[in-house]
């Protein structure tokens, strides 16, 4: 039996993560409308506490987890430590005199409140000495409705506000605008919502290149393995690979086949330039963390299907995913950029070929569409018990590197 759960990280202003909102979903073969609110709640906290580890679904950031009445009456959120949880109260409980005791208990015990989808009505105001939270879906929510809210907590000024769904860059400038200190949902959905255009290669990681391109025999397993944790690295790598003096070159297909092009002459002399380019500057790391996991994800997809020779052709097709996000640049034209070869190419522009289908399942699971998903690992003809495995695996492997060259 597995346990499944979907995160969808929670930003603060300057784009940092701050925790995780975890989203149950009962399995491949099952869809959310069909388990109420209660057993949701339950099942989400069983499994992440029992099975997959807490501490894995949020690398050690806080979980925002939905709480109903009768969840909270039955103290749940006291299985969680006050240190690893965002208690939500769903906006479908009423507020009350059984809801307002069992809130102050909870912040007396030391933990975050937080009011979901919240729609202002004045009985709440009972509740703001003990929120420190108030989430705004600003899908659904007009801009005199988010004022009134904000009029209302201004004589409680411990309260931050969370603007959810915000889909636009406009809505998400709004939020700024009126003073929102958190965000959820706009930061992988459109490219213009990243700032950054430039990546910086992490220092430990261009520290340990040098070091192990500093003997006479290189050991290239070991060194592609450093790149293949670094997306900064991998772009880079590409990128100078396709340079003129390597336009009569071999297209590209692995991390591996980018550095035997290369020669390791040409790979000491681009990493003694880069080290010594290298400026400061904030790289979106949740970006990162989310394209190493879609890189070692799609690994394992073509590692359990067997139909590739290379399967670091999946991984490279995985990692360069969202290189459109993270530049804030169109895909076709990140691809004009990079030596890549045809299928990966075609994969990321037509979502078309067998790496877009295993992109394609990938991004089911990111989303937790266990139907979808089980539709496309039913086409492909892959194990269902292996691909949950392959997931899980892919988010530790993904905060392990993170974790080794820095958030």
Known sequence: MYFYAARQPIL?????????????????????????GDEATSRLIEGSQFNFGLEDLTDNKPAFINFTLDTLQKGYPLLLGKDHVVVE??????????????????????????LDDYIHQPVWRHFYPFIDIIKIDFLSSEAESIKEVIEAIKPFPH???????????????????????????????KPEMVQSKTLPPSEMALAELLYETSSVDL?????????????????????YSNSAAFKRRAEISTIKQALIVLGSEEIKRFLSLLFAAQVAADKPA???????????FAELLAISHGKFRDTGMAFLTGMMSLMDA??????????????L???????????????????????????????NANEIQQALGLKPEEVPDAYHDAVNWANEQMAVFGD
């Open 12 to 36: 603060d202003k300057e784009k940092k993560l701050i925790g995780y909102e975890l989203l149950f979903r009962d399995g491949v073969d099952n869809v959310f409308p069909d388990i109420d």
């Open 89 to 114: 109260i769903l906006e479908t409980i009423q507020p009350g005199k059984r809801l307002l005791a069992l809130v102050k208990d909870l912040k007396e015990k030391g933990y975050t409140l937080a």
């Open 341 to 371: 070869a045809n299928d990966i190419k075609v994969a990321l522009l037509k979502d078309e070929g067998l790496l877009a289908s295993y992109l394609r399942l990938v991004k089911q699971y990111e989303q937790a569409n266990w139907q």
């Open 326 to 339: 993270i530049l804030d640049e169109e895909m076709s034209s990140v691809m004009n950029k990079l030596p």
């Open 159 to 189: 309260i931050k506000l969370l603007a959810e769904k915000v889909e636009t860059h406009e809505k998400y400038q709004l939020a700024l605008d009126l003073g929102f200190s958190y965000f959820q949902g706009f930061f992988f959905s």
């Open 219 to 239: 050991n290239l397993k070991k060194i592609t393995e450093v790149f293949e944790r670094d997306v900064n690295l991998s772009y880079k790598l590409l990128r």
């Open 286 to 296: 949740e970006l990162i963390r989310l394209s190493l996991t879609r890189a070692r």
